[in-house]
């Protein structure tokens, strides 16, 4: 069963039984706001994760995410949420700080 962690949101574990779903669909599921100000388009990288482990239990890179790699608006260990599908194992990841939104309270 696939698992997200979130680190810097007091170390949330969501779990899911869809293998390809997308973390910011799950993020979403579980009710907690996460920036994504393209509409979830991968026109952005405003819903970026920065990945501590587990990336091997993400999708392979999508071409959006290849296109801001290229423009090294996105580093080897980040995803865009909106375009990273969780396929299987556990994932630990925190919200990078320029997407942190104020009214949220972050545990780091």
Same mark, same amino acid.
């Given at each position: 069963?696939?698992? =997200?962690?979130?680190? /810097?949101?007091?170390?949330? =574990? ?31 990288? #405003? ?9 091997? /239990?993400?999708?392979? =890179? #999508? ?16 995803? =865009? ?17 320029? /997407? ?9």
């Amino acid at each position: 069963m696939p698992k =997200l962690r979130i680190e /810097n949101l007091y170390d949330t =574990l969501l779990e899911t039984a869809q293998q390809g779903q997308t973390v910011l669909s799950l993020i979403h599921d579980a009710r907690i706001d996460w920036m994504h100000a393209c509409g979830k388009k991968g026109r952005c990288t #405003s819903c970026k994760m920065i990945v501590i482990s587990g990336l091997q /239990n993400l999708s392979p =890179l #999508s071409p959006r995410e290849e296109f801001f790699r290229q423009q090294g608006r996105l580093s080897e260990n980040e995803r =865009l949420t909106c375009q990273a599908q969780l396929m299987e194992g556990e994932v630990v990841c925190r919200v990078a700080e320029v /997407n942190k939104f104020p009214h949220m309270d972050y545990s780091f």
